[in-house]
């Protein structure tokens, strides 16, 4: 194979003003779960749960990043990154998730917002990544049209106070994963697993999303600000592509994760394929006359996270009660060839060249970002020359790669102006708790302390200079 063929090649040169970032969440790094005013969200409800979540593992703690803002800003700096991936926690702000407004939780993201700045980093900030206050939750969650409107409220919120300032607002960050695994197979939460519950949260989160964006427009004053969603687009392919069954069974998994939010995002519909291959779950009568105008808002950047790819083929039926894929009743995955990542997860940067140039062959007017990219490893810090090392150098290869499938998407049109690594720091990895580490940056969970992995340096590198780096 050749060096073009496994995407290892350095010395390329991304455009000039392209966004280097990372990326993290607000349950999985903040910490600080019951202080000043922070109200339960699911997150809190389903970790605290017996058997949800691997060695009982909370986010209670996290890394402390609610205490640590100074000093995580400056390592951010330090990275030499033009831009970081925030989220903001709903119940930090609205702990009921309607009503009384917590001004500690604006506060404070108001000094991290302020710090990114002064620093000479550009705050891109998500609303949602999936810590929906309980209080809804307890009230119906995504099945229900409350909660799209409760979001659009506490959109408005947030927007009125940073609204001056973050440069992109994201609403949802992998809406396919809340509804799917949080009311479909019930792996994350809130934990319910039921097929029609799924269905309903799609629209609901999808309706969700342009009433923010609404709201959002009414009280953001920053000229420049720009709007944004962020899919985990599935990049499906056949077992045999000259088979007409496993093609079918490939559009039935895009229906289900790609296009049953993208379409009504950008296009204002739901494909007609998606409500006959689930019409046997539901009528999609909670879809009411005006939702797809209202989801249908006008956005700047389709924000994609990538770390996969998948196969599947037309097999024997099979239930999907308490699976991520409401009505595939007849799709079977294939086990993707190695080597894989230490979630199980296939190393296919061409993946990432193919979702790209995809994405922007059927949405040929977006700017595109990498809003999470990166991988899971057992890293190991060493003792070296008088401090700690983490030589990481899997993970090394694996930015390389996907860098350069980027890359290469550009040379091939592709409008990508951003990439995003996935994760910062390594922290709370949802149910898999404190048991995969993704982040360019070392935590030990005893101590809290930082340290750089070989990754993080080499990232620093390309962030400094816009050239890939040698492994």
Same mark, same amino acid.
């Given at each position: 194979?050749?060096?073009?063929?496994?995407?290892?090649?350095?010395?390329?040169?991304?455009?000039?003003?392209?966004?280097?970032?990372?990326?993290?969440?607000?349950?999985?790094?903040?910490?600080?779960?019951?202080?000043?005013?922070?109200?339960?969200?699911?997150?809190?409800?389903?970790?605290?749960?017996?058997?949800?979540?691997?060695?009982?593992?909370?986010?209670?703690?996290?890394?402390?990043?609610?205490?640590?803002?100074?000093?995580?800003?400056?390592?951010?700096?330090?990275?030499?990154?033009?831009?970081?991936?925030?989220?903001?926690?709903?119940?930090?702000?609205?702990?009921?998730?309607?009503?009384?407004?917590?001004e500690a939780g604006l506060a404070f993201y108001e000094k991290v917002v302020d710090g990114l700045?002064?620093?000479?980093?550009?705050?891109?900030?998500?609303?949602?990544?999936?810590?929906?206050?309980?209080?809804?939750?307890?009230?119906?969650?995504?099945?229900?049209?409350?909660?799209?409107?409760?979001?659009?409220?506490y959109a408005r919120v947030v927007g009125e106070r940073l609204g001056d300032r973050v440069a992109v607002w994201t609403t949802l960050n992998e809406p396919w994963c809340s509804a799917y695994l949080?009311?479909?197979?019930?792996?994350?939460?809130?934990?319910?697993?039921?097929?029609?519950?799924?269905?309903?949260?799609?629209?609901?989160?999808?309706?969700?999303?342009?009433?923010?964006?609404?709201?959002?427009?009414?009280?953001?004053?920053?000229?420049?600000?720009?709007?944004?969603?962020?899919?985990?687009?599935?990049?499906?392919?056949?077992?045999?592509?000259?088979?007409?069954?496993?093609?079918?069974?490939?559009?039935?998994?895009?229906?289900?994760?790609?296009?049953?939010?993208?379409?009504?995002?950008?296009?204002?519909?739901?494909?007609?394929?998606?409500?006959?291959?689930?019409?046997?779950?539901?009528?999609?009568?909670?879809?009411?006359?005006?939702?797809?105008?209202?989801?249908?808002?006008?956005?700047?950047?389709?924000?994609?996270?990538?770390?996969?790819?998948?196969?599947?083929?037309?097999?024997?039926?099979?239930? #999907? &009660?308490?699976? +991520?894929?409401? @009505?595939?009743?007849? /799709? %079977?995955?294939?086990?993707?060839?190695?080597? *894989?990542?230490?979630?199980?997860?296939?190393?296919?940067?061409?993946?990432?060249?193919?979702?790209?140039?995809?994405?922007?062959?059927?949405?040929?007017?977006?700017?595109?970002?990498? #809003? &999470?990219?990166? +991988?899971?490893? @057992?890293?190991?810090? /060493? %003792?070296?020359?008088?401090?700690?090392?983490? *030589?990481?150098?899997?993970?090394?290869?694996?930015?390389?790669?996907?860098?350069?499938?980027?890359?290469?998407?550009?040379?091939?049109?592709?409008?990508?102006?951003?990439?995003?690594?996935?994760?910062?720091?390594?922290?709370?990895?949802?149910?898999?708790?404190?048991?995969?580490?993704?982040?360019?940056?070392?935590?030990?969970?005893?101590?809290?302390?930082?340290?750089?992995?070989?990754?993080?340096?080499?990232?620093?590198?390309?962030?400094?200079?816009?050239?890939?780096?040698?492994?």
């Amino acid at each position: 194979m050749s060096a073009i063929d496994d995407f290892r090649v350095s010395g390329l040169e991304f455009p000039a003003g392209f966004t280097f970032g990372a990326a993290t969440a607000a349950y999985q790094i903040e910490g600080a779960a019951t202080e000043d005013g922070r109200g339960p969200s699911i997150w809190d409800t389903f970790s605290q749960t017996p058997g949800k979540v691997e060695n009982g593992d909370t986010g209670d703690v996290a890394i402390d990043f609610y205490h640590r803002v100074e000093e995580d800003l400056d390592l951010i700096k330090s990275l030499g990154l033009s831009a970081y991936r925030l989220s903001i926690a709903w119940p930090r702000i609205i702990p009921a998730g309607l009503g009384e407004v917590n001004e500690a939780g604006l506060a404070f993201y108001e000094k991290v917002v302020d710090g990114l700045l002064v620093r000479g980093i550009e705050p891109v900030v998500t609303l949602y990544h999936w810590d929906l206050p309980q209080p809804l939750e307890d009230r119906g969650g995504w099945t229900v049209r409350e909660t799209s409107y409760a979001f659009a409220e506490y959109a408005r919120v947030v927007g009125e106070r940073l609204g001056d300032r973050v440069a992109v607002w994201t609403t949802l960050n992998e809406p396919w994963c809340s509804a799917y695994l949080g009311y479909g197979s019930g792996d994350h939460a809130p934990g319910r697993r039921s097929e029609a519950a799924s269905l309903q949260a799609v629209h609901h989160l999808n309706l969700a999303h342009g009433l923010a964006l609404i709201e959002l427009r009414k009280v953001v004053t920053r000229p420049d600000a720009r709007y944004s969603v962020t899919n985990n687009l599935a990049m499906a392919y056949a077992a045999d592509p000259a088979n007409p069954e496993d093609v079918d069974a490939k559009r039935q998994i895009e229906a289900l994760q790609n296009r049953a939010f993208t379409d009504p995002q950008l296009r204002g519909f739901y494909p007609q394929d998606l409500l006959t291959d689930t019409k046997h779950i539901t009528d999609w009568s909670f879809v009411h006359d005006g939702d797809l105008e209202l989801i249908n808002q006008p956005i700047d950047i389709v924000g994609i996270n990538y770390y996969c790819t998948g196969t599947v083929r037309r097999g024997p039926e099979h239930s #999907t &009660e308490g699976t +991520a894929y409401p @009505g595939a009743t007849r /799709v %079977e995955s294939v086990e993707q060839p190695g080597p *894989h990542t230490d979630m199980g997860w296939n190393i296919a940067p061409q993946g990432l060249y193919d979702l790209l140039v995809a994405t922007h062959e059927a949405y040929p007017e977006y700017e595109i970002m990498v #809003t &999470e990219n990166g +991988a899971a490893y @057992g890293d190991q810090p /060493v %003792e070296e020359d008088g401090g700690k090392r983490v *030589h990481d150098t899997e993970r090394v290869d694996f930015l390389l790669r996907h860098f350069v499938a980027a890359h290469r998407a550009i040379e091939a049109g592709v409008p990508l102006t951003g990439y995003f690594v996935w994760s910062l720091m390594d922290n709370f990895e949802w149910a898999f708790g404190y048991t995969k580490r993704f982040g360019i940056v070392y935590v030990d969970y005893e101590t809290q302390e930082r340290t750089k992995k070989d990754s993080a340096l080499w990232y620093t590198k390309l962030a400094e200079t816009g050239v890939i780096p040698e492994a």
